[in-house]
């Protein structure tokens, strides 16, 4: 019975440690322009990079506020393994930007996050009107998705022959110490 009780317990502690990769949430490694970065001519657009993959839902969201309040992220949200891209209207006024972003997460939870970056020499642009920040995709013109849905297979795979294992080990033992026994 205490050797029954000792493989559950291994058990269950083989099955939390192979499940807590996968129950990590997506962490924003770098960003381009960087967080924090002064940049002479606005970029044509924004590039986020997570450590993990990034679901390709039509849920993930970036918006640029600039300096007097106005949206210059314009069009579909773009997203490859990583990597999220936002295209951007041609910056306007010089000052801080603010990139915010909502993003679904490897695991399936929302990933949020706020960044910076100031603009040094004012561009010709103007801020997108209120419905056109709004609106979802922006454009007709369809954005590069990840076709990864959840944890990869191969996690699942190595975790049922690591369990498979355990249980068969635990049962040949168990059967042998019943048999020296009688």
Do not use: C
């Not at 083989?14 to 002479?40: C, E, F, Q, R, Y």
């Amino acid at each position: 019975m205490r050797k029954a009780l000792v493989a559950l317990a291994l058990t269950g502690v083989a099955v939390l440690g192979t499940a807590t990769p996968a129950l990590a949430h997506n962490v924003l490694i770098s960003s381009d322009p960087a967080n924090g970065s002064s940049v002479a001519a606005g970029p044509a657009k924004i590039s986020l990079t997570f450590d993990q993959y990034v679901q390709g839902a039509d849920v993930n969201q970036i918006a640029v506020t600039g300096p007097g309040g106005g949206q210059w992220a314009e069009g579909p949200i773009g997203v490859v393994n990583n990597v999220v891209t936002a295209p951007l209207r041609p910056l306007g006024p010089a000052g801080k930007y603010t990139v915010g972003y909502r993003v679904l997460s490897a695991d399936g939870h929302p990933v949020t996050g706020e960044l910076t970056f100031t603009l040094t020499t004012a561009g010709t642009g103007t801020p997108a009107t209120v419905d056109a920040a709004r609106s979802p995709g922006g454009s007709s013109s369809a954005a590069p998705q990840s076709s990864s849905t959840g944890v990869p297979i191969w996690v699942w795979i190595a975790g049922a022959v690591v369990l498979l294992a355990i249980g068969l080990t635990v049962a040949l033992r168990s059967g042998r110490s019943v048999e020296e026994k009688n």
